[in-house]
């Protein structure tokens, strides 16, 4: 049953990912994000999906659900930096005048190709940039975003290709905010994630650039319950590989792992103490990277030059018990 078929929610089109193990639901008209993953075998979510009757509180913030695109993620301080002689201001949508969570938010994206064979399922949707007049306000920098969601089995990739429409260098940074759901045990799940330091954050929540040991945090790398913990911190993956384990108690698991190459950061939160649900967050740059005093090896901060077309992939994996 490896076949991309047509839904609904509230109206809009979704495209469903079909495999013998999963069921992938996409949402191009807004935002292009991910909004269910069903495990067939398992019979579970994998993923926090928004009801029917919460699309008021999705537009307000679609980052709430699924596997939703931050571009780029995380705090900017007052919305504001300076790149290669450009300047940039985002809406300051925060707490204290801060920008948060980036330009893409429930912009349409057109479906451009879909691909059915004996291995899997894809499906691969684009948004240019310059036809969202909000968006190039805030980033004068033209750019054709496109994402190609694959579907192999228990396997699910994401692969975006992000190409400058410009003529002037200009920084990019992309995150991921996944909610996976612990079905209000986490008691019943251990995180295992290499990294090597935390960043710290100011007063206003944002990056300082500055880094601080694990301490007892350390327990990511060997593996930490997730029964008590409360997350909004950002780690460094410090040359290790970027790939997060998930696992219950009984075996069974999820593994999400992305290019270590561009992929420098993660971001694990849990919106309180852990309990239905547990973010953890892929990202390519350090949050207010343009306008902190480090090189862009450290901060992760791309580079983007005219007529360059970036690629980026990420993995997520559904691992069986034995």
């Not at 996976?180 to 650039?209: C, H, I, K, M």
Request: aromatic share 10%; net charge negative.
């Amino acid at each position: 049953m490896k076949k991309v078929t047509k839904g609904q929610w509230n109206g809009y089109d979704t495209y469903i990912l079909h495999s013998r193990e999963l069921e992938v639901t996409l949402l191009p008209r807004l935002g292009n994000n991910v909004i269910a993953l069903t495990d067939k075998v398992q019979q579970r979510e994998v993923l926090r999906r928004p009801e029917e009757n919460e699309l008021d509180f999705y537009l307000q913030k679609p980052y709430h659900f699924g596997i939703p695109l931050l571009i780029p993620p995380g705090r900017i301080r007052r919305g504001h930096f300076e790149y290669a002689g450009q300047h940039y201001q985002f809406d300051r949508n925060t707490a204290n005048d801060n920008h948060i969570h980036g330009l893409h938010r429930t912009q349409c994206w057109r479906v451009s190709d879909i691909e059915e064979d004996e291995e899997g399922c894809a499906i691969t949707t684009e948004f240019l940039t310059s036809d969202d007049p909000e968006w190039i306000r805030q980033y004068p920098v033209p750019l054709k975003l496109e994402m190609t969601l694959r579907l192999q089995g228990a396997s699910l990739s994401q692969t975006f290709k992000i190409t400058h429409m410009g003529d002037k260098p200009a920084p990019f940074g992309l995150g991921l905010h996944t909610w996976f759901l612990l079905d209000g045990q986490p008691d019943a799940w251990t995180l295992r994630l290499p990294v090597t330091e935390t960043y710290l954050l100011d007063e206003e929540n944002v990056s300082t650039g500055e880094t601080a040991p694990l301490g007892e945090l350390d327990r990511l790398n060997t593996g930490l319950n997730l029964k008590g913990t409360n997350f909004d911190t950002m780690f460094s993956v410090g040359g290790k590989p970027a790939e997060a384990l998930l696992q219950r108690e009984d075996g069974y698991a999820i593994r999400y792992s992305a290019d270590p190459e561009y992929f420098k950061h993660w971001v694990l939160y849990t919106k309180g103490e852990a309990d239905q649900f547990f973010c953890i967050e892929p990202y390519t740059w350090l949050p207010n990277a343009p306008n902190l005093n480090l090189t862009n090896e450290v901060t992760g901060l791309i580079d983007l030059q005219p007529e360059q077309q970036l690629t980026l992939q990420v993995n997520l994996d559904i691992v069986y018990p034995s």
